[in-house]
């Protein structure tokens, strides 16, 4: 008969057991504190370290490489907040093990991250570096994609030029009121030069209007968030609707899952990220992948242009729906590069004679008048 295992709160121990046992080989804590020990932390912090490391004055501050390692655990868990880091440096065994039972609050996480952020972009291009050492980056497929990430500002309190024109033209003409009501009131007793309270009101509130307008026309922009001015209205998201986000942009290896490269960017669409994220890709690896794969928000030739001067191999998915267009539209059509040729949707070939500038003299069986004049097509039937 078999017993059913229950925790024994009663158990004491001889001698304390030891932090290192409760934290398991494979525990990818301890490759976090390897790669973090292994790293020139006085280079990456750069002219900040002397601020990282010596605090003349008050309470003993926390080490650069033990809230940094704190911070990467949190990047590998999916922990973007500092309450929930500092809540598990108090209750996951693994990062009280890797934070030396030290429990940082957080408002000291905030700080950190805040001050160091390049330093924490330097040291994700040594861990893609040293993934590549350890073989765990193939550079055979990567894949690129890009996410709307929220505005963690309160959209009741943005800014739009459409309505603040309109509050503008309100407060004015209520003021006009209040206005013509004080110069047709009846005179009476001592003059009194002194504003209004109601005019004070509409006073302050049109010129707080007009900041805001002049703030959005300095811009160049229809939508602002006062606390969140980089954030821009964007489609997307989990929720599917258009809000102040930025895009995220990240390329990921096939071979192991990994990040080699990642950018939070302002536009709203991908079409421009192809070329910048391959090169930051050849910038951390020291070359590109053999193939990288994207949809078709990065189909432009504007970035496949740039995607071959960089050298770089690209399958982007096509914009247009081959069987949702037309007999003759351009998708229909198939170039071959070994013979130059160009078969058209009725299996003929559009065999090139010659170029001149913008145009192509070509012959194929789509024209119904046959032409011979540079520039277009006729029918070779």
């Not at 006073?203 to 209007?209: D, F, G, Q």
Request: charged share 30%; aromatic share 8%.
């Amino acid at each position: 008969m078999s017993h059913e295992l229950r925790a024994d709160y009663g158990t004491t121990f001889l001698f304390p057991p030891s932090l290192e046992d409760w934290v398991k080989p494979d525990d990818p804590a301890r490759y976090i504190r390897a790669f973090v020990d292994s790293l020139d932390l006085e280079a990456i912090a750069g002219e900040d370290w002397s601020k990282a490391t010596a605090d003349p004055t008050g309470r003993p501050h926390y080490a650069f490489d033990l809230l940094l390692k704190v911070w990467l655990y949190g990047y590998v868990y999916n922990i973007r907040s500092s309450r929930k880091l500092e809540r598990a440096c108090r209750q996951t065994m693994s990062l009280v093990w890797l934070a030396g039972m030290h429990e940082p609050d957080h408002n000291t996480l905030w700080r950190f991250w805040k001050r160091y952020q390049p330093a924490l972009k330097e040291v994700f291009v040594k861990s893609v570096r040293v993934a590549l050492e350890a073989d765990l980056v193939g550079m055979v497929v990567q894949a690129i994609d890009g996410t709307k990430i929220a505005s963690a500002s309160a959209q009741r309190t943005a800014w739009h030029r459409r309505d603040l024109e309109k509050i503008l033209k309100a407060v004015n003409e209520r003021i006009e009121t209040i206005e013509r009501e004080i110069a047709t009131a009846a005179e009476g007793g001592a003059p009194d030069d002194r504003l209004p309270g109601k005019l004070q009101g509409e006073a302050e509130l049109r010129a707080k209007v007009q900041a805001a307008l002049q703030t959005l026309q300095d811009a160049k922009c229809e939508h602002m968030h006062p606390h969140d001015p980089d954030a821009k209205m964007m489609k997307g998201g989990t929720a599917k609707r258009t809000e102040f986000a930025y895009n995220a942009q990240a390329i990921c290896d096939a071979s192991h899952g990994i990040i080699v490269a990642m950018d939070l960017v302002e536009e709203a669409n991908d079409q421009r990220q192809l070329a910048p994220m391959l090169e930051q890709v050849q910038q951390n690896s020291g070359r590109a992948a053999e193939e990288t794969l994207a949809d078709c928000g990065y189909d432009s030739a504007e970035s496949l242009a740039k995607a071959e001067a960089l050298e770089a191999s690209v399958l982007v998915s096509q914009r247009v729906d081959p069987d949702k267009v037309g007999r003759f539209h351009l998708a229909r059509f198939r170039y071959d590069e070994q013979t130059k040729e160009v078969t058209c949707p009725i299996g003929q070939t559009l065999r090139e004679v010659g170029t001149a500038k913008h145009h192509m003299r070509a012959t194929c069986c789509i024209s119904r008048r046959p032409r011979r004049k540079q520039g277009h097509f006729h029918d070779h039937g």
